[in-house]
């Protein structure tokens, strides 16, 4: 069983940054690495992805200009970088992994494991 940890979430300022880390415990044949997020009341939405072989990435409109997700594969470890911070940004944020490639995690808005998730409350 793999475990995905993030960190990093916390209250913030409408137009200010934020960075979030998640960390798997050990290796897998994960190939995507991801963050999804779940805001009250709303269903689970995709955010940022990022494919762990080859680097290339994928976001969300509502989040594309503002977020950067990066990894860092010698630490099993994916970022996600927010500024501009919005009051529609909050959320629990949850990474995600996954064997499949980018456009099915997407698109099934699913994923073979998930951390446990860290709260992002955007003050106006």
Not at 45 to 71: C, H, L
Not at 82 to 91: I, R, V
């Amino acid at each position: 069983q793999v475990q995905l940890v993030e960190s990093g979430g916390g209250l913030v300022q409408a137009g200010g940054s934020l960075r979030l880390s998640c960390t798997a415990s050990r290796r897998t044949f994960s190939t995507v690495m991801g963050w999804f997020r779940q805001a009250p009341g709303k269903e689970r939405e995709f955010v940022a992805a990022i494919d762990m072989n080859g680097g290339s990435t994928s976001y969300a409109d509502s989040v594309k200009g503002r977020f950067t997700i990066s990894r860092d594969n010698a630490k099993i470890t994916v970022y996600l970088q927010m500024n501009s911070l919005k009051p529609e940004d909050t959320a629990v944020y949850y990474c995600a992994a996954d064997s499949r490639t980018i456009i099915q995690v997407i698109s099934t808005n699913q994923a073979k494991y998930w951390g446990p998730g860290t709260q992002v409350p955007v003050s106006s």
